[in-house]
């Protein structure tokens, strides 16, 4: 089946230690997406990658960092320098140039 | 920026009750969609409507561009539609920029048996 797997669903981790979130599809989507949902709010966009070996800022780049080394792959990395980083966190794709986003399950990351 | 507004926050329907969930956006777009959030987490695509109307089982929605709003409708509405639904819009392309998507900030959806 085509889609959008994201691993782990649950993540814990002490403050100070860097956490890679994995993102993968199979939809041949150029294009993919991070964002953060925080409780009762909408989702905002970390990082984006149009193309292979390509990304941009989104609006909360602030702490997070990525790689786009395969089309396939958007892993995630939530580092020491990012202040609230206790979140749920999906992954989108979608095909190039924007059109509809397909989502991930989401990873929830809890930082104590 | 673009504003996406999203009414009522809240609601809470009995089971087979229709409604109508409202979308407003302050700019052109060159996109719109509708997601279901499950309770799990899971953001499920509903429709993709820049403009016009699309039917899907109980579900359709309808996008006045021109009027800068979208209407979700649910009939004969289940306990499998609770969550949140999400409008989000993608703004026009402009030089130098990549187009994203705008979040509303959801219609947290309760229907009861």
């Known amino acids: 089946d085509g889609g959008i797997t994201q691993s782990p669903k649950y993540l814990f981790r002490k403050e100070g230690q860097n956490v890679t979130l994995s993102c993968e599809q199979n939809l041949n989507h150029d294009a993919m997406y991070w964002y953060r949902q925080d409780p009762g709010q909408g989702l905002r966009l970390i990082y984006y990658?149009?193309?292979?070996?390509?990304?941009q800022k989104g609006d909360i780049a602030e702490g997070y960092s990525v790689s786009r080394e395969k089309k396939e792959s958007f892993p995630l990395t939530v580092t020491s320098a990012q202040k609230n980083p206790t979140a749920f966190y999906l992954c989108?794709?979608?095909?190039?140039?924007?059109?509809?986003?397909?989502f991930g399950p989401g990873t929830r990351l809890t930082v104590t | 920026g673009i504003q996406v507004e999203q009414s009522p926050p809240d609601l809470i329907l009995q089971e087979g009750a229709n409604s109508t969930l409202r979308c407003n956006f302050s700019d052109s777009v060159n996109n719109l969609q509708w997601f279901h959030q499950n309770p799990w987490g899971q953001l499920i695509n509903l429709f993709y409507?820049?403009?016009?109307?699309k039917q899907n089982g109980r579900l359709s929605a309808t996008t006045v561009a021109t009027e800068r709003y979208s209407l979700l409708y649910i009939s004969s509405s289940q306990t499998t539609d609770s969550g949140v639904y999400f409008c989000?819009?993608?703004?026009?392309?402009?030089?130098?920029?990549?187009?994203?998507?705008?979040w509303g900030l959801g219609t947290s959806l309760a229907v009861n048996p």
């Open positions: 990658s149009q193309i292979v070996n390509d990304f």
């Open positions: 409507i820049p403009s016009g109307t």
């Open positions: 989000a819009v993608e703004t026009r392309l402009r030089a130098g920029n990549n187009r994203k998507l705008i």
């Open positions: 989108a794709s979608s095909i190039a140039g924007g059109g509809e986003q397909y």
